[in-house]
Every structure is written in structure tokens, then in C-alpha cells.
């Protein structure tokens, strides 16, 4: 049984951890609204400030996995308190890919800077896109701060509304890229921005699965589409009766 000196020194070390995913938390919803706004307003200061963003995200994230690492070995932590550190490091690595989705967001923006933005405000289900994808990351990110399952316990339902999105986007840039109303470099930029809106969602959806399994001990069971994306499972069929 640990001593009182153990079980302080415990505590203390995964306070600074969660003080660490705190601020990794806030850094990764900053930077994906940085991000939006690059591509909304064109500006070169905004996607510079991204860059910064996925910078210091990738250090903390590195600093994150140290002290997981030194709290698993150094004090052999159980129950809820292990639970925490192996849902940190889960999400430390979807909050990480937040930021480098953010990055890769603000590079298409400055791609698209020397070009015809008009073509922007065409594809409206885009903007839908990214404030719900936003919307979906801050409900995860605060689930976790605030140690909250209800606010995720759906929140595979929002993705599903959200990959919906994504294939009418598609589709429509594709329309409007054959009838020539969108530039054909201006949609590929947006293709891949569409993507990578579909592919923060899902990393949303993980973050919002580590929250219910931290604090249930709980893991939701996850699936895989053929794409590599994680989905809910099938409803089951319900059992034959017998006769």
C-alpha cells in the first residue's frame, strides 16, 4: 500500500499532468479556429500563428507521454487514477493531430490566398462543415477538462451529420469544378480541406470515447468503416425467440 508521502506525490504529479492536457486542450481548439479563420479571412497572420499553434502542441504532447511514462512506472497507479493516464495518452495523440490537421488547414488557406476566393463563399455546406467539426472538438476537448460524459455520450451521432456534410461537399465541388464555376486548383485545395474537417471530426469522436472510458471505466466498443474511420457499431438484431 502506497505511504502518504507516495500517494502526495502521486497526486501532485497528476495535477501537473492535467494541468499539461489542459492547456494542450485550449492550444488545440485555438488552433482550429486560427485555422477557420485563415480560410475565411485569407490572412497571412493567421496561418502563421497555426504553424506556432502545431508547434507547441507537439512539444506538450511530447511532455505529456514523459510523464504518463514516469507516473506508470514511478508510482504503478490503479483504478481511476490509471484510467486517467492511458486516456491522456490517447488523447494527447488526437489533440496533437488536431493541431497538425489545423496546420495542414492553414497551408491550404495560403494556397488559396493568390487565388480567386469567390469561389469560398459557393460552397456553403463548407462553412456548415467546419463550425460543426469546431463545435464537435470543444464539446470533446471541455468533456474532458471538465470530467463530463454526457455532453459525448451521443457525439458519434454529430460525426454521422458531419460525414453526411462531407460527401455533399464533395459531390458538389466536383459539380461545380466539371462546369467550370470553380477553378479546378481552387477545388482541389477545398477537397482536401473538406477532407481534413472529416477527419477532425473522428479524432472528436476519440477524444469524447477516452472521456466516457476515463470516467466510467466504460470503453464504448468501435468499429471500422472500410475507410479506416471509426463508426458505432450495428444495432444488433434482436435474438430469435424460441418455440
Known amino acids: 500500500m502506497p505511504t502518504a ?3 502526495k506525490a502521486l497526486s501532485e504529479a497528476l495535477d501537473h499532468l492535467n494541468e499539461n492536457m489542459r492547456t494542450m486542450s485550449e492550444l488545440a ?4 479556429r486560427k485555422a477557420a479563420e485563415a480560410l475565411e479571412k485569407g490572412h497571412s497572420r493567421d496561418s502563421e ?3 506556432t499553434l502545431d508547434q507547441e502542441i507537439y512539444g506538450l504532447k511530447q511532455k505529456v507521454e514523459q510523464s504518463c511514462i514516469e507516473l506508470i512506472a514511478l508510482y504503478a497507479p490503479v483504478a481511476s487514477d490509471l484510467r486517467t ?7 494527447t495523440t488526437d489533440l496533437d493531430r488536431i493541431g497538425r490537421y489545423s496546420r495542414d488547414i492553414a497551408e491550404a488557406a495560403e494556397k488559396l490566398r493568390g487565388m480567386s476566393r469567390q469561389s469560398l463563399g459557393k460552397i456553403g455546406n463548407l462553412a456548415r462543415m467546419a463550425e460543426l467539426t469546431i463545435q464537435m472538438i470543444e464539446t470533446s476537448v471541455n468533456a474532458f477538462t471538465q470530467r463530463q460524459v454526457e455532453p459525448v455520450r451521443d ?3 454529430t460525426d454521422d451529420a458531419i460525414d453526411s456534410l462531407h460527401d455533399e461537399v464533395f459531390q458538389e465541388l466536383v459539380e461545380k469544378m466539371t462546369d467550370q464555376s470553380v477553378a479546378p486548383r481552387v477545388g482541389a485545395q477545398l477537397i482536401l480541406i473538406n477532407r481534413y474537417f472529416e477527419r477532425l471530426a473522428d479524432h472528436a469522436v476519440n477524444i469524447g470515447q477516452d ?5 466510467t471505466a466504460q470503453r464504448p466498443m468501435k468499429v471500422k468503416r472500410q ?14 425467440s424460441s418455440t
Open 5 to 7: 508521502v507516495e500517494r
Open 29 to 32: 481548439v485555438f488552433a482550429i
Open 49 to 51: 500563428e497555426v504553424f
Open 85 to 91: 493516464i492511458t486516456a491522456s495518452l490517447e488523447i
Open 155 to 157: 457525439i458519434v451521432r
Open 211 to 215: 472521456v466516457i472510458y476515463m470516467i
Open 227 to 240: 475507410n479506416g474511420d471509426t463508426r458505432r457499431p450495428p444495432t444488433p438484431a434482436p435474438a430469435a
